[in-house]
């Protein structure tokens, strides 16, 4: 059987190239700077938005930068692709959770917009991964985490903010009135129980790692058997199917 050479390696960041308490490991950044040296493409693909991408992560020579869960596609420095809601997409189900009061979070390449009630999840989420640290590394693992867990909602600035990535928490027994209101709107690419309620992740129709990780190729025409990636969540799992290999 003829052996393919692998030409694209694709990463998700979080509990993949990059652990929450300790970084990214010196011998991942090591294998990085050996696959670019051999001609292979590194690119990163993550659900974070440009904004949040962490230090130690923008700090690594790449190819390039799938963010926001496949919406925007940075090459050479240069945007190939940028999706998001339309503004009366994002006022309707603004509407609808506000009237629900439901947690819920809109999040643009710049930052994240939360309610009180998501920041707080989001907040208890994040600690409860550093738990055991020391606190001057807890803090600096705050202080490179780049996204800020408080009630900023107010910030939101209605057909100004491209949103790409909608973040609902739903109590279970309203978990399938607000799976179809998610919907109706874009693609879920997220859900599950989460601390005792129904977490779906939205984002614009057919927008998906994997999708993004098809466009890189056919951009840069190389066959997806030839590529590789590696995740650990569920929206990884499109990413995977979508590559020769996936990890």
């Not at 009630?151 to 491209?162: E, I, L, Q, S, T």
């Amino acid at each position: 059987m003829e052996r393919r050479m692998i030409k694209a390696v694709f990463l998700d960041i979080d509990g993949t190239l990059r652990d929450e308490r300790h970084g990214i490991p010196a011998s991942a950044v090591q294998a990085l700077r050996m696959c670019r040296k051999m001609g292979i493409q590194v690119v990163i693909c993550t659900g974070r938005n440009m904004a949040s991408i962490q230090p130690d992560v923008k700090a690594l020579a790449v190819d390039g930068i799938i963010a926001g869960g496949g919406c925007m596609i940075l090459e050479g420095g240069q945007v190939r692709k940028n999706l998001f809601f339309q503004d009366e997409e994002i006022k309707e189900v603004v509407h609808g959770l506000v009237q629900k009061e439901m947690p819920f979070a809109l999040e643009s390449q710049q930052g994240i917009f939360m309610n009180q009630a998501a920041s707080l999840w989001f907040r208890k989420d994040f600690e409860r991964k550093l738990e055991g640290l020391e606190p001057w590394e807890r803090q600096r693992r705050r202080e490179e985490n780049g996204i800020s867990y408080k009630d900023n909602m107010a910030w939101y600035r209605p057909g100004h903010d491209a949103i790409h990535k909608i973040c609902i928490w739903s109590p279970m027994d309203k978990r399938e009135e607000t799976a179809v209101m998610a919907s109706q709107v874009g693609t879920i690419v997220q859900q599950g129980v989460v601390d005792g309620q129904w977490y779906l992740e939205v984002l614009p129709a057919g927008c998906t790692k994997g999708e993004a990780v098809r466009e890189w190729c056919r951009m840069k025409e190389v066959s997806p058997a030839d590529t590789i990636s590696f995740g650990d969540g569920k929206n990884d799992i499109e990413m995977l199917l979508a590559t020769g290999i996936g990890v």
